[in-house]
């Protein structure tokens, strides 16, 4: 069974990081785009962060370029998000998904069950 479990999500004060972790099982995605969506209290859910597996490039939503980063270690079949100078606004629940055989995120094909982050003015 194909699945992605995240951690790392959290408590922070404004202008602080957290490290967002997802660890993917059941197949390798080193041929798959990975990466995170969001869904803040009240919101839509709205793309993050990207990844592709195959040629590391990497893509943002405007108001987390610059703050955030998204890796992958292929060894670890694990992507991370490193949040750096977190806004109240970022405050949300995080979802790691896959599209699987692709690099582009943009639907998912698999979900991870979310990890919640608060953002404290």
């Known amino acids: 069974q194909v699945q992605l479990v995240e951690s790392g999500g959290g408590l922070v004060q404004a202008g602080g990081s957290l490290r967002l972790s997802c660890a993917g099982s059941?197949?390798?995605?080193?041929?798959?785009?990975m990466g995170w969506f969001r869904r803040a209290p009240g919101g839509e859910r709205e793309f993050v962060a990207a990844?592709?597996?195959?040629?590391?490039?990497?893509y943002y939503e405007d108001s987390v370029r610059g703050r955030f980063t998204i890796s992958k270690d292929n060894n670890k079949n694990t992507v991370y998000l490193q949040m750096n100078n977190l806004e109240p606004e970022d405050t949300a629940v995080y979802y790691c998904?896959?599209?699987?055989?692709?690099?582009?995120?943009?639907?998912?094909?698999?979900w991870g069950q979310g990890t919640a982050v608060t953002v404290s003015s």
């Open positions: 998904a896959a599209d699987l055989d692709s690099d582009y995120l943009i639907l998912g094909d698999v």
């Open positions: 059941g197949r390798t995605f080193n041929n798959d785009a």
């Open positions: 990844i592709s597996s195959r040629t590391g490039k990497t």
